[in-house]
């Protein structure tokens, strides 16, 4: 099992039993990126993120870790 392989595993754990958590810091990593580049990039970050948490709570092949989702 090379590295990316072992990094793939221990994610897929860490969103198992915390997928909220990792959502929240998915959410607060746009938020300070955002204000640290003035707002100039908003609607780029959110949608960054979002395909992030989707990313991560497909690692499983279930669609049920992360449910803090941007609705707009």
């Known amino acids: 099992m090379g590295f990316l392989d072992k990094a793939k ?42 395909k992030t948490k989707d990313y991560l709570d497909d690692l499983d092949g279930k669609d049920d870790d992360i449910r803090n989702r941007r609705t707009t």
Do not use: I, Y
């Not at 221990?10 to 990792?22: E, Q, S, W």
């Not at 607060?28 to 979002?50: C, H, I």
């Open 9 to 50: 595993a221990a994610a897929r754990v860490a969103v198992d039993k915390g997928g909220d958590k990792v959502g929240d810091a998915v959410d607060k990593g746009v938020k300070e990126a955002d204000k640290r580049s003035g707002g100039k990039v908003t609607d780029k970050l959110e949608t960054a993120g979002d």
